[in-house]
């Protein structure tokens, strides 16, 4: 059943993103494995939207779904046309996988290299997304001279350069300490604030949906359906910590602690 929870957000412009009883199954040894249910959600133009839910619950799946790297079993998912956008989606993965054998402007770059820009564009753009991430003076450096911090920074350039109109982001800073991942959690909201730029923000973590997110979909179940939606009506710049914060994240906690089964995988 899907419940929702909270304030829903009631934006009226058109969605960007539309996805109406998106279900996902597989088989694999003559088992019948189902992964999504029954799942509707509408992403607004230029919102933030943060996923949240157990490992296996299906948050990757619909990031790969959206990407056209798995097909659904039923349902439908429409895109709102964007002129400005010279591509519809790029996505920001976990790991950075940049190329070792290129230079950071070479890697950020890689994406426009099937498009119309000629080189000296291509180059540009490439130079303009790093500045953007407050790496445009380490252009010339390799991949194996950055910090993982800044290699995630030079992927998010390269998902940038090709300014897409959605950027679907993975558990982006998951692999990072403590510090580095909160520097890039205030940068992607000045990034954010600057491109206005929609994005879809998969995480384990609830502090951080609540923190960055415009809006957080709980994910709950097996097979994975939105068991709740919540508006994160705080203003910015966020107080990381506050007691408003935490109080959201403890409701959504609460929205999935009835849905967790044994062997779930849960971080707050």
Do not use: C
């Not at 109080?247 to 995988?265: C, N, R, S, V």
């Amino acid at each position: 059943m899907n419940v929702s929870a909270g304030p829903v957000s009631t934006a009226t412009n058109t969605p960007i993103i539309q996805i109406r009883g998106l279900a996902l199954s597989f088989e694999q040894g003559g088992q019948r494995t189902d992964v999504l249910r029954n799942l509707d959600l509408d992403v607004g133009r230029g919102e933030f939207v943060a996923i949240v839910g157990s490992s296996g619950v299906g948050k990757s799946t619909l990031l790969r779904v959206l990407m056209g790297l798995a097909k659904p079993t039923s349902g439908q998912v429409t895109f709102g046309n964007d002129p400005k956008a010279e591509r519809q989606l790029a996505f920001v993965f976990q790991d950075a996988r940049l190329l070792p054998w290129r230079r950071v402007l070479a890697n950020v770059a890689f994406g426009l290299e099937k498009t119309a820009a000629d080189p000296l564009e291509r180059k540009q753009r490439a130079q303009k997304a790093l500045n953007l991430v407050g790496l445009g003076d380490m252009a010339n450096r390799w991949p194996h001279q950055l910090s993982g911090g800044q290699r995630q920074r030079v992927a998010l350039a390269r998902a940038l350069a090709v300014e897409p109109a959605i950027l679907l982001m993975d558990e982006p800073f998951s692999a990072l300490d403590v510090t580095t991942r909160e520097n890039l959690q205030d940068e992607l909201v000045r990034i954010w604030s600057a491109t206005g730029k929609t994005i879809l923000f998969v995480t384990h973590d609830i502090d951080e949906a609540v923190y960055l997110a415009d809006r957080v979909v709980a994910l709950g179940g097996k097979p994975g359906e939105v068991k709740s939606t919540r508006l994160i009506d705080r203003p910015r710049p966020r107080l990381r910590g506050s007691l408003a914060l935490a109080e959201l994240a403890q409701a959504i906690k609460a929205d999935l602690t009835a849905q967790l089964t044994k062997g779930d995988d849960w971080v707050i």
